[in-house]
């Protein structure tokens, strides 16, 4: 069974950082592509940011480049979200998702929340 | 930058009814890559439908895409009370690579 489980979510001030996980089981997380897309309280889905399995290509939303930094470890089946300089339109539920060779997501995580307020 | 626009914004049906929901592309979507997703309250997105009409797996029949370009349409024959919920359209291509619809609700 596909598993996806975030963490790290937290309350946090503007200006602060924070470093998600999602921890993956039950497929090939060493040959998959992964993604992050939040959704911010009541809003739509927003995609944030990629990484192939490699690691060799990464991508990210404008609204975060320079700022978030997507990661993996194929070893150890987790796929990582550093968040720094954290803004109050960040607060949203974070989902890790695995990107299938159609480009579209078909497992998902239930998703971590981060809420930036001072 | 691709926007898609979701409509109607909320759709309000009965069980058994016929819902079309459309989403339309600012420009044209290269290579069908066009994407359904089904969220409850609570919940995680479920991907319904990808290549524009391809179901995913587990997917009911009664849940069918159309379209091309820049004009698609996803179909949910013969309601059922677990089929409300807010739907989104999601394309890959161009710059943001990514990105969603504004979301459709389907309401009872």
């Known amino acids: 069974e596909v598993q996806l489980v975030e963490s790290g979510g937290d309350l946090v001030q503007p200006g602060r950082s924070l470093r998600l996980s999602c921890a993956a089981s039950?497929?090939?997380?060493?040959?998959?592509?992964m993604h992050w897309v939040r959704q911010a309280p009541g809003k739509g889905l927003e995609w944030v940011s990629g990484i192939s399995w490699s690691s060799g290509d990464i991508i990210y939303a404008d609204s975060v480049k320079g700022r978030f930094t997507i990661s993996r470890d194929n070893a150890k089946n987790f796929l990582y979200l550093q968040m720094d300089s954290l803004r109050p339109d960040d607060t949203a539920l974070y989902y890790c998702?695995?990107?299938?060779?159609?480009?579209?997501?078909?497992?998902w995580g239930q998703g971590t929340l981060v809420t930036v307020t001072s | 930058e691709i926007v898609l626009t979701q409509s109607p914004g909320t759709l309000s049906l009965s069980p058994g009814d016929r819902a079309t929901l459309s989403c339309r592309a600012s420009q044209n979507i290269r290579n069908n890559f066009l994407a359904w997703y089904q969220q409850k309250p609570g919940q995680a997105p479920r991907l319904l439908i990808y290549?524009?009409?391809t179901r995913a797996a587990g997917i009911p029949a009664r849940f069918s895409g159309s379209g091309s370009g820049t004009d698609f349409t996803l179909t949910i024959s013969g309601l059922e009370p677990d089929d409300f919920a807010v739907y989104y359209c999601?394309?890959?291509?161009?710059?943001?690579?990514?990105?969603f619809g504004q979301g459709s609700n389907l309401e009872i």
């Open positions: 999601q394309h890959y291509g161009g710059s943001p690579p990514y990105s």
């Open positions: 039950g497929f090939a997380f060493d040959n998959s592509a």
């Open positions: 290549g524009a009409s």
């Open positions: 998702a695995r990107r299938t060779d159609g480009y579209v997501f078909d497992y």
